[in-house]
């Protein structure tokens, strides 16, 4: 990805130059140094996940440090593994998870609010996810006591760990109900039960669970009407509606597309809104293993990128998660062969190219995060 449409130090500084436009973008909106000059300081965090850009401690530290310079919020994202038989059976937790969880609390970043995001669902979103043997517990219904208060003692221990400003219990929880919807009723008993526990033990912490807003938006079952008004109101007893959203998914590049996604959010909740992971491709995007191709480039991110902090002020979001700071093409080609298509689709939507490049430019808009 080249950045030459924008330089963030988070302090944001967009530039007004792109060199490949797509034919169905306004040029002259990807070079207007106007759509952000009335904006006032900002009223909303802003961060990035610590997904680093390559498989090295160099480009851990790299990250976190990065982070701590450039941000007010961050998050930390676990979606691997559940250690499900300690937590069920009682027994010492697993080795990786122990230094995972170790490590993160150690880079541990003063003055900067956490974000902590957790899934119980696996990266298909079609179950719950796996434990550290590669097998899910079993269960009769995904309520069942046993599970119920594994996720609990998970959740507790992570809370207690790595001491969070905000709590995420289940990442993208919209999907199991687009993609296994006969489980849906019994994910929402488990939810109700964790998310009651949590909170008893935990009364002063923000709670919610992420919701894709481009599965939302437009989601793809027999019942849209009916599944968005399922959703609306499943997240609606949560303290702030948390979003996942990759607009280029469903193919949207213009501000007008992304506008429209916004008013749906807008319009479909009452809570403090958080997008607490977002992104967008710099380059066209292609997995054949996928059948996967969508246009993109450098343009239509600067642009997605105004539209979201537009409405971020706008709006009064409570923060905004930038998924990747910078392209992991380094990282990509470290991953093994079954996952390298997945890894892909989001390799190249970092604020930075891969090589950490940022171009000096003339005629920059400066929003200054504060």
């Given amino acids: 990805m080249k950045a030459c449409n924008l330089i963030l130090f988070f302090y944001i500084i967009f530039c007004s130059a792109c060199e490949s436009v797509d034919p169905e973008l306004d040029e002259s909106?990807?070079?207007?140094?106007?759509?952000?000059?009335?904006?006032?300081?900002?009223?909303?965090?802003?961060?990035?996940?610590?997904?680093?850009?390559?498989?090295?401690?160099?480009?851990?530290?790299?990250?976190?440090?990065?982070?701590?310079?450039?941000?007010?919020?961050?998050?930390?994202?676990?979606?691997?593994?559940?250690?499900?038989?300690?937590?069920?059976?009682?027994?010492?937790l697993p080795e990786g998870f122990l230094n995972d969880v170790t490590s993160r609390k150690q880079k541990r970043i003063n003055g900067l609010d956490l974000l902590l995001s957790v899934s119980v669902l696996n990266s298909n979103r079609t179950n719950i996810i796996e434990d550290y043997q590669g097998n899910i517990p079993e269960y009769q219904q995904l309520d069942d006591p046993a599970i119920v208060n594994a996720y609990v003692a998970h959740l507790n221990y992570l809370i207690d760990q790595l001491e969070p400003d905000y709590l995420i219990i289940s990442i993208e929880s919209n999907e199991l109900l687009i993609n296994t919807p006969s489980k849906w009723p019994e994910f929402k008993r488990l939810m109700q039960n964790v998310k009651s526990q949590i909170a008893q033990n935990h009364p002063d912490l923000p709670l919610s669970e992420s919701i894709t807003l481009h599965n939302w938006y437009a989601p793809e079952v027999e019942n849209p009407d009916a599944f968005i008004d399922e959703i609306q109101n499943y997240i609606s007893d949560y303290d702030f509606t948390a979003i996942s959203f990759y607009p280029f998914f469903m193919g949207l590049?213009?501000?007008?597309?992304?506008?429209?996604?916004?008013?749906?959010?807008?319009?479909?909740?009452?809570?403090?809104?958080?997008?607490?992971?977002?992104?967008?491709?710099?380059?066209?995007?292609?997995?054949?293993?996928?059948?996967?191709a969508i246009d993109g480039n450098e343009c239509s991110q600067k642009i997605y990128l105004e539209s979201l902090l537009l409405?971020?002020?706008?709006?009064?979001?409570?923060?905004?998660?930038?998924?990747?700071?910078?392209?992991?093409?380094?990282?990509?080609?470290?991953?093994?062969?079954?996952?390298?298509?997945?890894?892909?689709?989001?390799?190249?939507?970092?604020?930075?190219?891969?090589?950490a490049e940022l171009q000096t430019l003339a005629g920059d808009i400066s929003y200054v995060v504060l």
């Fill in 29 to 92: 909106i990807c070079e207007s140094e106007e759509r952000l000059s009335n904006l006032n300081e900002r009223n909303f965090g802003m961060g990035f996940t610590t997904w680093p850009y390559d498989a090295t401690s160099e480009s851990v530290e790299n990250t976190y440090s990065f982070i701590s310079k450039n941000a007010s919020i961050y998050a930390e994202h676990l979606d691997n593994k559940i250690p499900w038989d300690s937590w069920i059976k009682n027994e010492p």
């Fill in 253 to 292: 590049k213009t501000s007008e597309d992304f506008q429209l996604a916004f008013d749906f959010l807008h319009e479909n909740t009452n809570k403090t809104i958080a997008f607490v992971e977002t992104t967008m491709i710099a380059e066209d995007l292609e997995v054949s293993g996928l059948n996967l």
């Fill in 311 to 355: 409405n971020a002020e706008e709006q009064d979001y409570e923060f905004i998660i930038w998924w990747a700071h910078r392209d992991y093409d380094a990282l990509w080609e470290t991953f093994d062969e079954s996952i390298k298509d997945l890894g892909k689709i989001w390799r190249d939507t970092g604020l930075l190219d891969e090589e």
